[in-house]
């Protein structure tokens, strides 16, 4: 089983790019739909998204669809949309508010929690008990909501640890989702994530974003002596001071043991404090729970489908899902405080204005890197120094599937 996709892990070479298979072919498509993304934890939604009682949230890929809704005690749950009854999906909005769940085909409802509510004329001793919806495991990590569809889901303490320690500073709780965008990339999603795991592309592909962001520490170690790096280097250092005294500063995070999370504070460009076209904030009112706004950035990368940037007034969060062998589903969300009136507190254009312009350029990026592997004279190509992310992310990718490919071979033997 899977021979194929077996052979290009084995070309895996350190330093270097994936073989070809593994970007463009159907088997590979399977491969990380049906098994390895199915292996792991996925980053699905904010608490935000599910705000209230009754909140759902659609997550699907390929053949997984799931929901994710807040019950009436508040708790956070995830479970597959198929009814107990004769399967039909019973979620087809991708996201909504409702008391209970109606499936649409005979009318078997569901309470919030999964619960078989009513199931008409069903024969004696039928145990509704024991026909709820099946849950999938969720883990809510500082208002970041994971799941993973496996039956023993791998080890989850560390990242979670790690990034709630510091995404909970922005109150996620307390924020309402402004926007939520879907942008489907024509490009492999292994691309689409590579794309985000280096800034090397940054400087000649971002302008709106780069009127903000810092790319030190994003970049190589490889010092630079010059006016400017040093400059820099004493602004970051001053940053650094001042987060230390506020009791919030955090050694950079990377990628830890087995792990799949990075947590990283960094400075925006100086004079700016938030991801805007002029480094203003776009929302009046504060999401961070300091006393001053301050020109910092958080930022949460996981492995294998997400990254997340906390700004003092919004939040922007990134989610990957593979849509086929050559085309990536990017689905984009800002968040701004509850109390914030469109209009009024902030401007949608404003507001969105840098990711909307850099996820175009990124997504165009992706789909010339799939265009140009897809043709003969593709070969695996060298990293530079600036692109370790990428191959923190490659690596991740080579030693989860083959794992998940022992196990699926331990399993049919
Ligand atoms: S399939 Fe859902 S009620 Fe029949
Ligand atoms: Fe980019």
Known sequence: MYSSVAGWLGQDQRGRSLPQGLYISDAAFEFDTQTLLKSVWLYACTVAHVKNPGDFYLFEMANASIIVVRGRDGEVRAFHNTCSHRGAKICTAGKGSNPRFTCPYHQW????????????????????????????????????????????????????????????????????????????????????????????????????????????????????????????????????????????????????????????????????????????????????????????????????????????????????????????LLRTSWLVHEDAVEGQDYHTESLCAVWRATNRQDGHLSELNHAGIATDGYTQGHYSLDEQMVEAFKDFYVSRSRAALASLQGASQ
């Open 109 to 328: 409802s569901y309470g919030l929690d999964g619960k078989l509510l009513a199931a008409r004329n069903m024969p004696d001793g039928f145990a509704k008990t024991e026909h709820g919806l099946k849950p999938v495991a969720l883990e809510n990590l500082g208002g970041l909501l994971f799941i993973c569809l496996a039956d023993n889901p791998p080890p989850i303490d560390r990242a979670k640890h790690d990034i709630a320690d510091q995404v909970s500073l922005y109150n996620l709780d307390r924020l309402k989702v402004a926007v939520q965008e879907d942008m489907a990339h024509q490009a492999n999603w292994k691309l689409v994530m590579e794309n985000n795991r280096e800034c090397y592309h940054c400087d000649s592909n971002h302008p709106e974003l780069n009127q903000t962001f810092l790319a030190y520490g994003f970049d190589s170690d490889t010092p630079v002596e010059s006016e400017e790096s040093k400059a820099c280097d004493a602004y970051v250092g001053s940053q650094i001071a001042k987060w230390k005294e506020l009791g919030i500063y955090r050694d950079l995070i990377e990628f830890p043991d087995d792990g799949w999370h990075r947590v990283s504070r960094l400075p925006m460009a100086q004079g700016t404090t938030s991801a805007t076209l002029d480094g203003q904030p776009a929302s009046r009112l504060p999401i961070w729970s300091l006393p001053e706004s301050d020109s910092s950035s958080l930022s949460v990368h996981t492995q294998p489908n997400s990254w997340h940037h906390f700004f003092c007034d919004h939040v922007v969060t990134f989610s990957l899902t593979p849509l086929g062998p050559d085309s990536t």
